[in-house]
């Protein structure tokens, strides 16, 4: 079967670096998403990576290992803003969407 | 986990025709679901929030007419797209939400690929 794993919840500290991290295993691979989402908001795009590498973008960076099935979303200078839970999907051979359950990320001052 | 699944993966239509999209929460019962619509790399845009049994509550913008929802049961709810044009070609992706009103967990479906020639 399909599946992504991330972690259900992390804890960080205001103006820290927190990783959470996407394993996944699905059939195909046409790309990876991250989305940052906040109660009771729509999920907004962070980034898609679709070849190995990590891609920076501001304070937030995502990274891809196909051969690894793995990704990791970077969060640096951390803001209270920043609490909210992330999601990690991969778009597979059929592009379908396969989505993880989302990690809730709590900042505290 | 939870699993919700959309029927069809993708459609292709002809401009003008109707084409609906089913989203049902398998394993779960869901208060509520919603719809969004995809555009490549960007977020998830809301169109509509609907409620088992009552009307769905559009997003500012979107056309009640057009897009068409109905959530008969807590496991189904269909998004109908009238007189589809191909500015209607999109990627709708629906969720379930379990639980009350204070529980924000969403399950996301794989989502629709619609194509209107």
């Known amino acids: 079967g399909q599946n992504i794993d991330q972690p259900t919840e992390m804890t960080a500290t205001e103006g820290a670096i927190v990783q959470i991290n996407c394993t996944y295993q699905?059939?195909?691979?046409?790309?990876l998403f991250w989305y940052q989402q906040h109660a009771g908001e729509a999920p907004t795009f962070l980034s898609y990576?679709?070849l190995d590498g990590l891609e920076e973008k501001g304070r937030f960076s995502s990274f891809l290992s196909r051969s690894k099935g793995y990704s990791y979303l970077l969060l640096k200078e951390l803001q209270m803003k920043d609490s909210a839970s992330y999601l990690c999907?991969?778009?597979?051979?059929?592009?379908?969407?396969?989505w993880g359950a989302g990690t809730k990320l709590i900042i505290k001052p | 986990g939870a699993v919700v699944s959309q029927h069809p993966s993708w459609v292709i239509c002809k401009s003008g025709t109707s084409v609906k999209i089913e989203c049902r929460s398998l394993?779960?019962?869901?208060?509520?679901m919603f719809w969004y619509r995809q555009f490549p790399k960007q977020s998830l845009m809301l169109m509509a929030t609907s409620n088992e049994g009552s009307k769905a509550t559009y997003e500012q913008g979107v056309e009640k007419d057009k897009f068409l929802i109905n959530h008969a049961s807590l496991t189904l709810s269909t998004l109908t797209v009238t007189s589809a044009h191909p500015e209607d070609s999109s990627f709708y992706i629906c969720?379930?939400?379990?639980?009350?009103?204070?529980?924000?967990?969403?399950?996301f479906g794989p989502g629709t690929r619609l194509t209107v020639l």
């Open positions: 999907a991969v778009l597979d051979s059929n592009y379908q969407l396969i």
């Open positions: 699905t059939s195909g691979f046409n790309g």
């Open positions: 969720s379930a939400r379990i639980g009350s009103w204070d529980t924000d967990t969403q399950y």
């Open positions: 990576n679709v």
């Open positions: 394993d779960f019962q869901a208060t509520t």
